[in-house]
Each structure stands twice: as C-alpha cells, then as structure tokens.
C-alpha cells in the first residue's frame, strides 16, 4: 500500500523566517494531496489540496509545490510567524472521487516558531 | 459548515471491557472514517463506510468493530480494549463524487485503556 514520508518530524524556525516541510509518497497513481494543520487539542484544518494535475498551488502566507516525477510533496511557509505554531500533516489519497477521504498520512511536523 | 460530532469526547476504559465510541455527521455524506492518532505515526485509517450497513476494513483494522446504522451514525467499536488502543480518535465524512469531494473531521476523542 501507499506508503508516505514527512520531514522532518520537529523543526524551529525564527519569525520572519520560512520554513519547509517535505513528503515523499510511493504509489505512483496518487492523485490528490493536502496539507493539514493541527493546533494542540484540536482537529485537523485543511490548508491546502492540491491535484495531480497543478503543481504549484499558494495560499495565504505559504506555497505547496508538486513534484510528480520525484513524488515529492512540499509546503512553503514564506515567512512564519508564531501563530503558525501546529503540527502539520500532509496526506493522499490515490482514490478516486466515491472515496477520496481514504488518505494516508505522514508522521506529521512539529513547527515551532519563535520572535 | 459541516458538522462532524464525536462523543464521547474523553474516555477512560479499563482493560477487557467493550468500549463504543460515536459519531455524527449532519452533512448527508455518504462516506465517513475512523482513524486513530498516536504521536510519530499521523493519522492510520482503521475502518470506513460508503453508506448505511456498509463498513470496510482500512489499514489497521484489527481489534476494531465499526457500525454504520444510519447515513448521520458511524460507531467504532472496541470488543476487548487493550492499553495499546490507548489513542485520540478521529471520525471523519465525505460526500462521494466523480471528483475531490473535501472530508470534514470532528474534534476527536481521547481514549484512554488502563
């Protein structure tokens, strides 16, 4: 089955700095990828989903990226700031759309960042 | 907004005993998901249902029952829970389509087995 790699499992950053997180999945016929935050206690917040066919997709403040040919996912936080503080988790799904809540997750990335 | 609603929210069990634990879903989505958090492994998906009377094993079934008697209710349930169950549980739910179609997940609840 599909197997996903996220790095790395903690990471610290200053504020005004960027910050990157990386998976790499291994089923070639994955198709659908997000990027989920997770604040201490809460559920999981999608930030971003992106299709096999984009490859760059930016949101308010980070860049997911889409390397097909290396199966590589990555998130972008441009220039952290303290309230990005959460667990980040990418996932993927190479279900088709009667299911794609049938994700596998990474390990997850503990982002901390301090002024 | 979507709702997802898990009760219980925190649970303490002890070993052995049968442990249920509830979801439910205001979305009319056909499809809803259990999952099992623990710290350095995400999210593992442990069961998951298309619709009413439908369940379907996921990756880590074993040592779970799930119950789909309604399109609103999906329960997972834990016949003899052990401490390695010892979790926070995600449910999840989607609509099904011929596209992406976003799940929404509820709040989770904390079991822990003693």
């Known amino acids: 089955g599909e197997q996903v790699e996220q790095r790395p499992p903690h990471l610290s950053v200053r504020e005004g700095d960027s910050a990157v997180i990386t998976c790499t999945y291994t089923d070639p016929n994955s198709y659908y990828f997000f990027w989920y935050k997770q604040e201490p206690g809460a559920s999981l917040q999608l930030l971003m989903k992106?299709?096999?066919?984009?490859e760059i997709n930016e949101g308010q403040g980070f860049t997911v990226l889409l390397n097909k040919k290396d199966k590589r996912l990555s998130l972008n936080l441009t220039a952290a700031h303290p309230g990005d503080s959460a667990a980040y988790f990418c996932a993927v799904s190479a279900s088709t759309g009667a299911n794609t809540g049938k994700l596998t997750f990474g390990h997850g990335t503990i982002l901390r960042v301090h002024p | 907004e979507a709702a997802v609603t898990q009760s219980p929210r925190n649970k303490v069990a002890v070993t052995g005993g049968k442990v249920t634990l509830s979801c439910n879903q205001t979305n009319n989505h056909n499809n809803m998901y259990w999952y099992r958090q623990d710290t350095g492994h995400g999210l593992r998906l442990i069961h998951y249902?298309?619709?009413?009377?439908?369940?379907e094993k996921g990756d880590i079934p074993d040592g779970y029952k799930a119950s789909r008697p309604s399109q609103e209710n999906f329960s997972l349930i834990l016949e003899l829970a052990t401490p390695s169950q010892t979790s926070v549980y995600f449910c999840?739910?989607?609509?099904?389509?011929?596209?992406?179609?976003?799940?929404?997940f509820g709040k989770g609840t904390r079991l822990t087995v003693v």
């Open positions: 999840a739910s989607g609509d099904a389509g011929q596209g992406y179609t976003e799940v929404f």
């Open positions: 992106v299709f096999s066919s984009t």
């Open positions: 249902s298309y619709g009413a009377g439908s369940t």
